[in-house]
């Protein structure tokens, strides 16, 4: 008798979470461009999804798998099912979503039969933007009308001859802001302007564009290809397009602009010993990177992300290698835990992953799987062993990386745990080797756990269960957030 198997149901995007890849959901394709990267992994596609509610959603395919979105075409609506999710971050954020979707080797893309022309437009208002009150991390979609316009000019960077274009953006309500295009943004305008001298009533449309600011004034940019420009947009003109202007959903309540970047420096390889004490509020106000020992106290699991995933045996890494373009088959469950953690300054997130969470739970993953290599499907079916870390209190040592202080990045990753009464000493740690530049590695025994950042925007899927792993700063996705405590919906809360 034939097994019958149901279709996956179909999700908002609001709902999807990175605890498992077997999602459905069915999305426009708003925007598409290709990010050239000198790494390892090479160029990749980059699209900007929409559901049915306006929901919008930033997408990465690696170029292993770019055969999987051939009929993801601009302007079109598809179901895409099977991908995992990362959590997003960055200077240049094209949607408020708090994770980012990745596309698997199992990824398929099919045809939909809805038909809606929205183009899910968020226009913000040049107050919000002059006042201070958006999150310049934010990529936004502005109209105007172009006055004042320069001539080209041709500036080097990074090496490059670059055409630059400034000019001034002005509504119906005579606010004004600077804009400075770069490259085809700046020669599409010029060539508008050109079109347009009998009539220099035209509109301009930046879509996920850049809120900058250059010589102490406030301007708009394009984030490189990330952008779009439009003349003219249908359903615009002069006098009347700013009666559609929606209130804007990142707005922020602090009013600061835009957080400076730090650049950090190398560390020597020392021991945890010698690292200094910090409180929860201590690592997220931190604008340096270190390492320090944060006291803290699990409060909750936060169910939003797998407790495990799949990696390869011999390296406990990724199920798919960019090296060898081959898939892994030889795997084995592995701790990745995602654990709220509090002290009387504060709360955040922290994130174990195998050796480190091992020791404190005292059994392994593959002994709590019981041999199931099955995805998770029950976000709150937690093993008691995970669930009997709540209301426990250790000593972390808490990685505060470039990720934390300059991407905004809101969870710290782990390299070590001790007990809260315990006196760190400089034998308790004589094999930890630990520099900014391979802080990413957890000790063990048998050999090394590549630790990666969350948050980084060269995202590679380890398995079916999410993870990222940064492999350098990229042209484009040098994005962040200036809201640190961005703590997911908690599934698993301490009882009292």
Not at 18 to 34: A, C, D, F
Not at 478 to 494: A, F, G, N, P, R
Request: aromatic fraction near 10%; glycine fraction near 6%.
């Amino acid at each position: 008798m034939a097994m019958i198997t149901s279709d996956p149901i179909i999700t908002l995007l609001n709902d999807v979470k990175p605890y498992k890849t077997s999602w459905k959901v069915e999305v426009k394709i708003l925007h598409s461009w290709t990010q050239h990267s000198s790494y390892s992994g090479g160029d990749s596609l980059q699209f900007i999804l929409a559901d049915k509610t306006g929901v919008k959603i930033h997408c990465t395919c690696k170029r292993f798998f770019f055969a999987r979105v051939k009929k993801l075409q601009l302007g079109q609506w598809r179901f895409i099912e099977n991908f995992s999710l990362t959590a997003a971050a960055g200077k240049y954020r094209p949607t408020s979503h708090k994770y980012k979707m990745l596309i698997l080797s199992n990824s398929n893309v099919t045809n939909s039969t809805l038909k809606d022309e929205d183009n899910f437009l968020s226009l913000t208002s040049f107050t919000e933007i002059m006042n201070g009150s958006l999150n310049s991390n934010f990529l936004i979609d502005v109209i105007g009308q172009p006055i004042d316009i320069g001539d080209i000019q041709v500036v080097p960077v990074q090496g490059k001859e670059t055409k630059k274009l400034e000019f001034t953006l002005t509504d119906t309500e005579d606010h004004q802001i600077a804009c400075c295009l770069w490259g085809r943004f700046a020669e599409h305008m010029l060539y508008a302007y050109k079109v347009a001298q009998v009539n220099k009533n035209f509109l301009c449309l930046l879509r996920f564009a850049k809120i900058n600011v250059y010589k102490g004034q406030v301007q708009i940019t394009n984030a490189f290809d990330s952008s779009t420009i439009e003349i003219n947009p249908p359903g615009f003109d002069v006098q009347d397009y700013l009666q559609v202007l929606p209130k804007n959903e990142l707005a922020l309540t602090t009013g600061s602009h835009e957080l400076a970047k730090h650049k950090g420096s190398k560390r020597q390889p020392d021991k945890w010993s010698i690292y200094p004490e910090r409180s929860i509020l201590d690592i997220i106000m931190a604008t340096d990177t270190e390492n320090c020992i944060v006291k803290g106290t699990i409060y909750a699991i936060d169910t939003d992300w797998a407790w495990f995933y799949f990696g390869c045996v011999k390296c406990h890494f990724k199920k798919y290698f960019d090296s060898c373009h081959q898939s892994v088959t030889n795997v084995a469950p592995q701790f990745k835990l995602h654990l709220l953690i509090k002290d009387d300054t504060g709360e955040t997130k922290v994130m174990l992953l195998d050796t480190i969470a091992e020791p404190i739970l005292g059994v392994s993953a593959e002994v709590l799987l019981d041999g199931s290599l099955e995805e998770v499907e029950d976000p709150e079916d937690l093993p008691d062993a995970i669930n009997e870390l709540i209301g426990k209190t250790f000593k972390f040592g808490v990685y505060v990386s470039k990720d934390n202080v300059d991407y905004g990045a809101y969870i710290f990753n782990i390299g070590k745990t001790w007990s809260a009464d315990e006196i760190i000493t400089h034998s308790d740690d004589e094999n930890t080797d630990d520099t900014l530049t391979n802080r990413a590695l957890s000790d063990r025994s048998s050999g090394q756990v590549s630790l990666v950042s969350m948050e980084s925007e060269e995202n590679t899927c380890l398995s079916s269960t999410p993870l990222s792993k940064r492999k350098g700063e990229c042209e484009i996705d040098d994005l962040s957030s200036t809201s640190k405590k961005q703590c997911s919906k908690i599934m698993k809360q301490e009882k009292k």
